[in-house]
């Protein structure tokens, strides 16, 4: 009998072990590629980045860092999807 192994795809990566500046580049990164919506009320590039950033060193965010498509998104520890993958404990 063969034993099957699930492969982790998803890591949540600690803002830590990043430099300043990797750190720096994944958010924009994060902030050019999906737009991060905030409804109605115009929000600057600027204050975008500060959310994302200090959301990240606060800890309500996460990096979460996809094997297959490797890229990294900033994902809320509230988000469903946390737990779904086994990245939070309630």
Not at 18 to 37: K, M, Q
Not at 44 to 67: F, H, I, T
Request: overall charge negative.
């Amino acid at each position: 009998m063969h034993r099957v192994t699930k492969r982790v795809r998803n890591h949540r990566i600690s803002v830590n072990r990043l430099s300043p500046e990797a750190l720096d580049g994944v958010i924009r990164e994060f902030i050019s590629g999906c737009g991060t919506d905030y409804g109605e009320i115009e929000v600057s590039w600027d204050e975008k980045y500060n959310r994302k950033k200090s959301g990240l060193e606060r800890g309500p965010a996460v990096l979460l860092y996809d094997d297959e498509t490797e890229t990294t998104a900033i994902v809320s520890v509230h988000d469903p999807i946390m737990k779904k993958l086994g990245l939070v404990t309630e």
